[in-house]
């Protein structure tokens, strides 16, 4: 059973690519970056995983063809390109990908998932990332106890990394589950990557991790063009225009498409007050 779309609206921009550019224009136009996202995940179908490969390209050409009007920058997660049926068709499918992204000046982000794929998402980012420096990044979520020693590799790489808590629900013996332990973790990540790497995303709409990051690089003097804050599309969307105003770098995670559900319940997972939201919502359409 297919739900609605209007109940994804607040946090997706839209089912189709055509209605999701717009989106990212009007975002640019207010001064905020975007990446975009063409949401699925965990595929096990091969010609799904081949149509969705397709339908990246067309990403990264529609956003080229659309003349500087729209960020060259989009999210992907390895597991719509047939990282869980079979790694080697994931990599032929990466190439493909890196290759028309390193023609058109196109950056592609890889998500990170759960802690089934994380090995592998790293194995397969390291082996490309040398003949794609300029055009691949990674996520690392500052949840996994694996993370500082991942963080010290990647500023190793001058790879560039985004910074995040971490949205899945993983086991104890390999995640921090309490906010504070999570929170100073990510603090000591977000110090590592903004002195050490390469121009780090930190993505959090935590207003504790925010002014730690600020108060950071204003303490030690370091240029705001070295960073820039992430936030996900219909979260904090005043915030995102007033850190912009404030001379930092924002970039807002644009997701879109109609495999939207479990992007959806990880958000209202994460917030209960975004619960409120949809039911309210439901209850006036
Ligand atoms: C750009 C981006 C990309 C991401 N990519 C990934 C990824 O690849 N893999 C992955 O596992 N996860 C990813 N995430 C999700 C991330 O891991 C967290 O699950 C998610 O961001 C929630 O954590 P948080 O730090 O934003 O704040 P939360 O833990 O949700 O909230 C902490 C505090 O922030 C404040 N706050 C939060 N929302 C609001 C609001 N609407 N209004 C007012 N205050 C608020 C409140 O003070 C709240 O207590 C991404 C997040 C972002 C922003």
Redesign the pocket.
């Known amino acids: 059973m297919k739900l609605p779309f209007f109940l994804a609206r607040k946090f997706v921009a839209a089912e189709a690519l055509e209605e999701t550019l717009p989106v990212a224009e009007a975002l640019k136009a207010k001064g905020l970056f975007t990446t975009l996202d063409l949401l699925g995940e965990y595929l096990s179908d091969r010609n799904k995983v081949i149509k969705a490969k397709d339908e990246y390209i067309k990403l990264i050409r529609s956003i080229d063809a659309a003349s500087g009007n729209i960020d060259q920058n989009i999210s992907i997660k390895l597991s719509m390109l047939g990282q869980k049926i079979d790694e080697s068709l994931c990599m032929d499918n990466l190439h493909q990908l890196l290759t028309v992204a390193q023609e058109t000046n196109t950056f592609v982000r890889l998500?990170?998932?759960g802690t089934d794929v994380t090995d592998s998402t790293i194995s397969i980012f390291e082996k490309v990332h040398s003949d794609y420096p300029e055009n691949v990044g990674i996520?690392l979520?500052a949840y996994l106890k694996r993370t500082k020693e991942d963080i010290e590799r990647m500023c190793e790489m001058n790879a560039r990394v985004?910074l995040?808590?971490?949205?899945?629900k993983e086991p104890e013996k390999l995640a921090w589950q309490d906010?504070p332990t999570i929170r100073e973790h990510f603090l000591q990540y977000m110090e590592m990557l903004i002195t050490k790497g390469r121009y780090p995303?930190i993505?959090?709409?935590?207003?504790i991790?925010i002014d730690a990051t600020k108060s950071f690089v204003r303490e030690n003097d370091i240029a705001s063009d070295r960073f820039e804050f992430?936030?996900?599309y219909g979260?904090?969307a005043d915030t995102q225009e007033t850190i912009a105003a404030e001379g930092f770098g924002m970039?807002v995670?644009v997701p879109f498409g109609d495999m939207w559900f479990p992007y959806y319940s990880?958000r209202l997972r994460?917030?209960k007050?975004n619960v409120w939201f949809i039911l309210k919502n439901m209850f006036r359409s």
């Open positions: 998500d990170m998932e996520v979520q985004r995040c808590k971490g949205a899945y906010m995303g993505a959090t709409h935590d207003d991790l992430q936030m996900l979260i904090r970039r995670y990880r994460e917030r007050e």
